[in-house]
T-cell receptor, first 113, second 115 residues
């Protein structure tokens, strides 16, 4: 089955630690995205990538970093500079084009302890 | 800049009655519009999309939406609610900003279905 796999489903981080969230897709999509979801605020774009070895900041990139070394993979690192990292993180992918929908993973819930 | 406004943060209906979830958008270009559904602690699933073809769009699970350019609206409807429809619904607009494709999400509407 084609799709997007995010891991882990739940992640706990101590303050001051960096953590990496995994996102893998086998849909052969060029574009991949990371969103942050907080209650009552919809989804906010953190980073996106149109092609391998290229990525762009979204609306709330501070405290996050990404890499795109392979077409299938787009990991997100939440650094210690992110002051309020507790949230639900969603990865998505799409064909690069105006009229194409994004496909979403099942999400990772990150909690700072 | 594009934006999406979901006019109701919460909607409650009885099982078997119609559902109406309202969405208004603004966009500099002819946008693509989508409705997604999210069940608790899950990813988003596409319900339907509008891409400048027919203005009445049919989606999965009996949902449909009508694109009204004059009203800049894209409301989601279903004739008869089912308990399994209880979830959060997001209206999304897709537009081009420079060379970048941007998806802008509404803040969501939580649908409750009462027995």
């Amino acid at each position: 089955d084609g799709g997007i796999t995010q891991s882990p489903k739940y992640l706990f981080r101590k303050e001051g630690q960096n953590v990496t969230l995994s996102c893998e897709q086998n849909l052969n999509h060029d574009a991949m995205y990371w969103y942050r979801q907080d209650p009552g605020q919809g989804l906010r774009l953190i980073y996106y990538s149109q092609i391998v070895n290229d990525f762009q900041k979204g609306d709330i990139a501070e405290g996050y970093s990404v890499s795109r070394e392979k077409k299938e993979s787009f990991p997100l690192t939440v650094t210690s500079a992110q002051k309020n990292p507790t949230a639900f993180y969603l990865c998505a992918s799409s064909i690069w084009g105006m009229n194409t929908e994004a496909f979403f993973g099942q999400g990772t819930r990150l909690t700072v302890v | 800049a594009q934006s999406v406004t979901q006019l109701d943060s919460h909607v409650s209906v009885s099982e078997g009655t119609p559902v109406l979830l309202r969405c208004n958008y603004s966009s500099s270009y002819s946008p693509s519009l989508f409705w997604y559904v999210q069940h608790p602690n899950k990813g988003l699933q596409l319900l339907l999309k509008y891409t400048s073809a027919a203005t009445l769009v049919k989606g999965i699970n009996g949902f449909e939406a009508e694109f009204k350019k004059s009203e800049t609206s894209f409301h989601l409807t279903k004739p008869s609610a089912h308990m399994s429809d209880a979830a959060e619904y997001f209206c999304v607009v897709s537009d081009l900003t420079g060379s970048a494709r941007q998806l802008t999400f509404g803040s969501g509407t939580q649908l409750t279905v009462l027995p």
